[in-house]
């Protein structure tokens, strides 16, 4: 005999899950229709049909005030969807739908208001919402959708190209009604990332070269729009009075400030002092010694401006030393790894971090999918039928970059390191690493676009020559620092790799082959290997969270076992300062901080006015 336990709660979710998912009309068997979507079939969304507001919002927030923030560097254009120019992102351009902040990866309707798919996910239909509009007034209809698909796919950064390259067309069925068809069935991801395409308006662009920067303020159909400018220096965007989506579910108690300002600095130090003397409002301080030292000020001390740390449950990525194998010093896998031995975290996060970071292990830390001892499971059984083309270390090894005794002098690892580089034909002469046979010198160049980052690596070339490598670090502007990035013109540099709890295209132009191939792409590394593009697409073609976990740590394991990169560190929490005049919900969320959903609160400011006078 069964016993039955039903709550309230998980009977709102059955009833939820009916709602959600109902049957076409007939003639469309096996299609299903709802106001969200999620990425697996067993997995419902938190909110039903009809929902009023997501939960860590105040649908109650006062709207008004100024919120002031900064940015580093420059801007010469607001036309980001190209790869060209420094561009600042206005936040004006909606998307069919929108993610919610509570759950791993579920869609609400934000331009569409609803959604046709088919069991196998082969193709999608977004329904859009008749009162959906652009600044101008003019209806946002299907053919916009299918113009931004096809100029992105054409003309925009080579992300779009391998984001959707899986995607074989758009087509409008009607002025509120579009279809995308796939290439492909089974990539249970693609419905989903079609619904984060930005949708621009035709009618703007037909009069515009798409393919050009541009100072001009694009046409947007968001919350705010762009009030004045000026280039490199500040951005103030305005609140749309009579924005068409204001009353929509997934966006009541969000983007509540009047007026939204922007300076632009050079660097980080005259921003933290813009913060500390009230002319700007909010931080995310991302420098372990700033947060510990460069806040010791009256206005912390006496809880006007907040310093807080808040906790967050997303992957924290990957931030490494990349190693552009596009060069032939870094084409032995053997020299790669030895340059990881001569990077000392445990040094450096006690003298220069004050030990607030954790060594980073994976390319998706800080989650289920990292991949942690030896493989098990659909995972190893997966990178069973590569092993002659995977490190054997792969199947034998736990992976853990190199630990030292933070002393500085990390002789052991010096060892390790030296061994590795004369088994690879780089050997000492004359005090210096040259190859073997060609007498060529190891040389390379760190580029750096960040001047805090000298003192980080600094020491990290200062132990290349113990080894006799010799290695420069070049610090360039901005502007050149983009152009380079964009055309894999460096030879080692700093990136950053984040990730999502639902990792899936956006893999191919991180590791795919193709992606080594295009400028633009995020494939900094320059990998091209067969087994990797595999299990890229075996990730993709996931059916459930649980498979998605186990194929991602195989990838993960192949990434870091081939060492493309020497990891940085990581932190479970976001650092934040931020003047006493603004409320937000209490609810906490998985990304941590959302200001989208904070307010500005009359009463603090007037209080924190009177307590600085």
């Not at 229709?33 to 909110?47: I, L, Q, R």
């Not at 989903?192 to 050009?212: S, T």
């Not at 303020?217 to 924005?243: C, M, N, T």
């Not at 060609?438 to 070339?461: D, N, Q, W």
Request: aromatic share 12%.
């Amino acid at each position: 005999m069964l016993t039955y336990n039903v709550d309230m709660t998980q009977l709102f979710r059955w009833t939820a899950l009916l709602l959600w998912v109902v049957t076409a009309p007939a003639g469309a068997q096996g299609v299903l229709s709802g106001h969200a979507m999620t990425m697996f079939d067993n997995e419902v969304p938190k909110y039903p049909p009809g929902f009023k507001h997501f939960e860590y919002a105040n649908p109650e927030a006062p709207k008004g005030g100024t919120l002031r923030l900064a940015a580093e560097g420059t801007f010469d254009s607001f036309h980001p969807f190209i790869p060209k120019g420094n561009p600042a992102s206005t936040g004006s351009v909606e998307t069919l739908l929108v993610t919610s902040a509570d759950e791993p990866f579920t869609a609400y309707g934000l331009i569409a208001e609803s959604m046709e798919w088919p069991e196998d996910r082969s193709w999608v239909i977004f329904n859009l919402r008749p009162e959906a509009r652009w600044h101008d007034g003019q209806p946002i209809t299907a053919t916009d959708v299918t113009w931004s698909f096809s100029t992105l796919i054409k003309t925009g950064r080579p992300g779009y190209r391998f984001y959707y390259q899986a995607v074989e067309k758009a087509e409008a069925l009607s002025e509120h009604r579009v279809r995308f068809t796939f290439k492909e069935s089974g990539n249970r991801e693609l419905p989903l990332i079609v619904g984060q395409l930005p949708i621009l308006p035709h009618h703007y662009w037909q009069k515009r070269d798409f393919a050009r920067t541009t100072l001009d303020p694009p046409l947007g159909s968001g919350p705010y729009r762009i009030k004045r400018f000026e280039a490199g220096r500040y951005i103030e965007q305005e609140r749309v009075p009579d924005y068409w989506g204001h009353d929509l579910a997934v966006q009541r108690g969000l983007n509540n400030f009047d007026l939204i300002r922007t300076n632009y600095f050079r660097d980080a130090t005259p921003i933290r002092l813009a913060l500390k003397s009230g002319d700007i409002d909010y931080r995310e301080e991302n420098q372990a010694k700033a947060w510990a030292e460069a806040y010791n000020v009256n206005a912390v001390s006496r809880g006007w401006l907040k310093k807080e740390l808040v906790k967050h449950r997303m992957p924290t990525g990957m931030q490494a030393f990349v190693m552009n194998t596009r060069r032939p010093i870094f084409s032995d896998v053997r020299v790669r790894e030895a340059l990881g031995y001569a990077f000392d975290f445990e040094w450096t996060n006690r003298n220069l971090f004050n030990g607030q970071y954790t060594r980073t292990v994976s390319y998706f830390s800080n989650s289920d999918l990292a991949a942690s001892g030896l493989p098990q499971g659909e995972e190893r059984s997966l990178l069973e039928r590569y092993r002659d083309r995977l490190p054997p270390a792969l199947f034998t090894q736990t992976f853990a970059p190199p630990v030292t005794d933070g002393s500085g002098w990390p002789r052991e690892n010096l060892r390790q390191a030296t061994r590795l580089l004369n088994e690879s034909g780089w050997v000492i002469k004359d005090l210096k690493r040259v190859n073997a046979k060609t007498g060529e010198p190891l040389t390379f160049e760190i580029l750096l676009v960040s001047p805090a980052f000298e003192r980080i690596v600094l020491p990290y070339v200062r132990n290349l020559t113990r080894l006799g490598i010799e290695a420069h670090v070049r610090l360039i502007d901005q502007s050149q620092y983009i152009n380079r990035f964009r055309q894999f013109d460096f030879d080692m540099l700093v990136a950053v790799w984040g990730q999502s709890e639902t990792p899936g295209n956006e893999q191919r132009n991180y590791w795919g082959s193709s992606a080594a191939a295009t400028p633009g792409s995020r494939n900094l590394a320059g990998i091209s290997d067969s087994v990797i593009d595999t299990l890229i697409e075996q990730l993709i073609k996931s059916v459930s969270r649980t498979q998605l976990n186990q194929r991602t740590r195989a990838l993960d394991r192949a990434l870091l076992w081939n060492f493309y990169v020497i990891p940085h560190w990581h932190i479970r929490a976001d650092r934040i300062l931020y003047w006493d005049k603004f409320s937000r919900p209490s609810a906490p969320i998985r990304s941590g901080v959302m200001t989208a959903r904070w307010w500005y609160d009359p009463l603090k400011a007037a209080a924190l006015q009177k307590a600085r006078q």
